[in-house]
């Protein structure tokens, strides 16, 4: 079983990104994006259950970016609007077996699996 992010890059204030995450061996119940910034804690930016049911967004985020699902491609996808300099970061995709509640969905100890970081960038 593997998670695998894509989609990072360099991108002006202002500007869009989409990050990808493909799962390989199984479909998950529960996906996560994180982010870490240097010299930070890893953070909880977006999750949604695979059934679409449920979607959570941390604050710093709410309106600007979206989290979707690709049935077809067993893929889920972060898009990234209006980015600011602070949203600089590793951004990590983590899932779950399990169809976790809204309220659990921001916490990482949830998440069992996770894959490599796709780093973002956001210049002023």
């Known amino acids: 079983v593997q998670l695998q992010a894509s989609g990072g890059g360099l991108v002006q204030a202002g500007g869009s990104l989409r990050l990808s995450c493909s799962a390989s061996?199984?479909?998950?119940?529960?996906y996560g994006w994180f982010r870490q910034a240097p010299g930070k804690e890893r953070e909880f930016v977006a999750g949604?259950?695979?059934?679409?049911?449920?979607?959570k967004y941390a604050d710093s985020v709410k309106g600007r970016f979206t989290i979707s699902r690709d049935t077809a491609n067993n893929s889920v996808y972060l898009k990234m609007n209006s980015l600011k300099p602070e949203d600089t970061a590793v951004y990590y995709c983590?899932?779950?077996?399990?169809?976790?509640?809204?309220?659990?969905?921001?916490?990482?100890?949830?998440?069992?699996?996770w894959g490599q970081g796709t780093q973002v960038t956001v210049s002023s």
């Open positions: 983590a899932a779950d077996g399990r169809s976790l509640i809204w309220s659990s969905m921001g916490q990482q100890n949830y998440y069992d699996y």
């Open positions: 061996g199984r479909t998950f119940s529960t």
């Open positions: 949604t259950r695979w059934s679409g049911s449920t979607t």
